[in-house]
């Protein structure tokens, strides 16, 4: 419905018989010639979703580089809280008198320890990396499921037509 006839509506109680049948008249003209109708619709829907997914493509880039930015602060805590730590425990364990063969199995404990997360981080991009795969597989499907039943739609429309009339 047109914006005119949506305000002419509005204001029933203010219009006379004359004008209410115009209103009328048009809109069943609008509904008789539902190619404009069709047309602006898609104009619209097309529009709109095309400028919510050009802004969530322009945003990408800038989340990718604060999640970098975050992380890049979490791994340079961690460093530092070792590296003081370091300095701590040296003082700590020379006050103490700790043999080199205690530093020797525990740096051996440590190493054990660091095999184990290195590996696991591996474990976890290969996870990740197929659940990525598995995801974008899946809205390929998606995607030629839609255009499908799209296709089927705009051949069944003439038909669904021809009983309205």
């Known amino acids: 419905m ?30 008789d ?3 404009q109708n069709t047309t602006a619709v898609q104009n619209t829907i097309q529009g709109n979703t095309s400028e919510i997914i050009e802004k969530i493509d322009s945003k990408i880039p800038k989340y990718v580089k604060l999640y970098s930015d975050l992380y890049k602060k ?40 660091k095999k184990m997360t290195l590996l696991q981080m591996d474990i976890t991009e290969t996870i990740f990396q197929s659940y990525v795969g598995f995801r974008l597989t899946a809205l390929d499907f998606y995607d030629q499921m839609l255009s499908g039943s799209m296709v089927n739609f705009a051949k069944m429309c003439p038909i669904l037509n021809s009983f309205k009339k």
């Open 2 to 31: 047109s914006k005119e006839i949506v305000e002419k509506m509005t204001t029933i109680e203010n219009i006379t018989k004359k004008q209410a049948i115009e209103a009328i008249k048009a809109n069943k003209r609008e509904i």
């Open 74 to 113: 979490y791994l340079q805590t961690a460093s530092n809280l070792c590296a003081k730590s370091y300095l701590t425990q040296k003082e700590f364990y020379e006050k103490m008198e700790v043999g080199d063969a205690r530093f020797t199995m525990f740096d051996a404990y440590l190493q054990s320890i």
């Open 33 to 35: 010639s539902p190619e």
